[in-house]
């Protein structure tokens, strides 16, 4: 199976890294010395138009601004076919567009990866349309389940998935900010106290996914009664902490939607 990115900024790369078998890949972009320099450093193959690409590629991985996506598409429709897979990462293009920008009849894939594939820990949702068989659905999957985990969601529900996964790893790494400038205040170095905190925060999220309990229950046996943390937690309460995480993901959601 052939695979090509039109596009290679930092989410292609992250993926291409990720992936463990880079002979069948190829990639285009605007600028073919800079494609070829990429390519070189990738170890895959740079194909000079985005239309070879196209032609060339069984799965055709659009990781391009969705400003310039109806370009591309026009620019590549000719060589499009049923047999050949679209999967696009482009954020706010839905299914629907994407078919009216190509054939009714072409297999398309929607695919939200985040900034973590950079390290292989991506939080990634897709979904297809019905002209996607279950064959190379699960490859299309298995190609995001390489650089980390994968959610079947409805389309409906992408807009809410980029706020959860897209946009809040801006927000951990304010938090993740916050604590260390409080261990920092407290008299620890900002580069300790800030591998201290991440450290915590990584190992918290991962007992969260094993252990099955609520966060809320987790939180709970921490805290010990007239102890530390559960004055810590009363703090965070009385000053809006949960009210402003969601806050933020409303906004997000509302932004996204504005556009």
């Known amino acids: 199976m052939k695979i090509g990115f039109i596009g290679v900024g930092k989410m292609a790369q992250a993926i291409i890294v990720g992936l ?39 799965v055709i991985i659009l990781s391009i601004k969705p400003q310039i996506l109806p370009d591309i598409l026009a620019e590549i429709k000719a060589e499009l076919s049923p047999e050949k897979t679209l999967v696009s990462i482009a954020s706010g293009i839905k299914l629907e567009e994407l078919t009216a920008l190509t054939a009714q ?59 959860l996964a897209g946009s809040s790893p801006a927000y951990i790494y304010i938090f993740i900010d916050a604590m260390a400038r409080a261990g920092v205040l407290h008299g620890i170095s900002k580069e ?23 966060p809320q229950a987790l939180a709970d046996s921490v805290a010990s009664p007239s102890g530390t943390t559960i004055a810590g937690i009363i703090a965070l309460e009385n000053h809006g902490f949960n009210a402003a995480i969601i806050s933020a993901i409303d906004e997000t959601i509302k932004k996204e939607k504005s556009f």
């Open 20 to 58: 463990s078998n880079k002979s069948e890949i190829m990639i285009s972009g605007r600028d073919f010395t800079k494609t070829q320099a990429m390519a070189d450093k990738l170890g895959v193959e740079a194909v000079k138009t985005n239309t070879e690409l196209a032609k060339l590629a069984d």
């Open 192 to 214: 300790i106290a800030t591998q201290i905190v991440a450290e915590t925060v990584l190992g918290s999220a991962e007992n969260v996914i094993k252990s099955g309990m609520h």
């Open 105 to 163: 009849n072409q297999s398309i894939v929607r695919a939200m990866p985040n900034v973590n594939a950079a390290i292989q820990r991506s939080t990634s949702a897709i979904v297809r349309n019905d002209k996607v068989s279950d064959e190379i659905y699960l490859y299309v999957k298995s190609l995001f389940e390489q650089v980390g985990s994968v959610f079947e969601i409805s389309e409906k529900d992408f807009m809410t998935f980029g706020a």
